[in-house]
């Protein structure tokens, strides 16, 4: 059992930046690989970036490819998204996930444990 936290959610102005934290309890947290999701009022849920469970991989969809950036801590059990020159359209709630596959998948419904979301909110 994973249990996920999301933090450092907010409002800022387009072109900023912002670092959302992904804390997770147990053990077994480098036995996951991590991954993040947004979701925009009205539209499905989206995946942003993931990473494998040493850390060496990383994905990142291509609408914030360059921008975003995730990483993870596994000795501080915990995921990060750096996420710099923000837009307007980044607008979203946005959601740590932990899976239990062998690589990232971006199918949310390949995702085992979810957190409970933090907003973050762009303005132009």
């Known amino acids: 059992q994973v249990q996920l936290v999301e933090s450092g959610g907010g409002l800022v102005q387009a072109g900023g930046s912002l670092r959302l934290s992904c804390a997770a309890s147990g053990r077994t947290f480098s036995s996951y690989v991590m991954g993040w999701f947004r979701q925009a009022p009205g539209k499905e849920r989206e995946f942003v970036a993931g990473i494998s469970r040493r850390g060496g991989t990383t994905y990142s969809a291509d609408s914030v490819k360059g921008r975003f950036t995730i990483s993870r801590d596994n000795a501080k059990n915990t995921a990060f998204l750096q996420m710099n020159s923000l837009k307007p359209e980044d607008t979203a709630v946005y959601y740590c996930?932990?899976?239990?596959?062998?690589?990232?998948?971006?199918?949310?419904?390949?995702?085992?444990?979810w957190g409970q979301g933090t907003q973050v909110t762009v303005s132009s």
């Open positions: 996930a932990a899976s239990a596959r062998l690589v990232v998948p971006p199918n949310q419904y390949e995702y085992d444990y």
